[in-house]
């Protein structure tokens, strides 16, 4: 359960609470909510990450494309949750869109001190992909690989990640796979879509679809360090 913001992170522990064991959570908040990030909520965010069931710090990064918050508060906000990960140890589950250049200053800041890192749901440039695998973080991949248009690059390029570093994700509720069959009514996107996100990727990496579950698996337990499933 990815938390996002000031109000939201509490619920995704409080959910991962409910299921221990089946469901984790991450604590931060996204640039789009930036300005939330006072004082205060550093302490708040700090009390969330005390729970092992928060896994990861983030959604957190630079969001340039929309400019839902003031870049210099962005940027702060960024910086303030980065340091949290190199306290507590933990991943961070980051975003960026239309801020590479900016989004790479503030992670050198962090150079070697950072456990894990994961750019996700990446639809940017060749040049931005290999900028993340030099620094051995893990790429996100979602259902823009089903988009016919907007997805053709990613399709090309999804084959250059090593297995071992590549997650696959829905980000649910948005993100809806433009190939999926019958399309919800709602337009909802779902976790339950995720099979047919690994089934395109497959076919893209050239690849079976159950090799590409196990491998994404793997790599996902090992980037949030989540314990083995029971036999």
């Not at 507590?88 to 790479?104: I, N, S, Y």
Request: net charge negative; proline share 7%; aromatic share 8%.
């Amino acid at each position: 359960m990815t938390g996002a913001s000031r109000e939201h992170s509490p619920m995704a522990l409080e959910l991962a609470l409910q299921y221990p064991g089946i469901l984790f959570a991450t604590a931060g908040v996204h640039p789009h909510h930036a300005t939330e990030y006072t004082e205060e909520c550093d302490l708040e965010m700090r009390a969330l990450h005390a729970h092992k069931e928060v896994v990861a710090v983030g959604e957190c990064g630079l969001d340039y494309f929309r400019d839902f918050s003031p870049r210099p508060a962005q940027r702060k906000a960024f910086e303030r949750q980065l340091q949290i990960a190199v306290e507590t140890g933990k991943p961070v589950f980051l975003h960026q869109r239309e801020a590479h250049a900016d989004f790479m200053a503030i992670m050198k800041q962090f150079d070697g001190k950072l456990s894990r890192a994961v750019v996700h749901c990446f639809t940017d440039t060749r040049e931005a992909l290999y900028d993340y695998l030099d620094q051995d973080w893990y790429v996100g991949i979602t259902g823009w690989l089903c988009d016919e248009r907007r997805g053709k690059h990613l399709r090309e390029m999804v084959k250059d990640i090593p297995a071992h570093r590549l997650l696959v994700e829905t980000d649910a509720p948005y993100l809806l796979p433009r190939t999926l069959q019958p399309m919800p009514k709602d337009r909802r996107n779902e976790p339950s879509f995720l099979p047919h996100i690994v089934e395109e990727l497959a076919r893209d990496r050239g690849t079976t679809a159950d090799q590409a579950a196990r491998e994404s698996t793997v790599a996902a337990r090992t980037f949030f360090g989540l314990p083995s499933p029971p036999p």
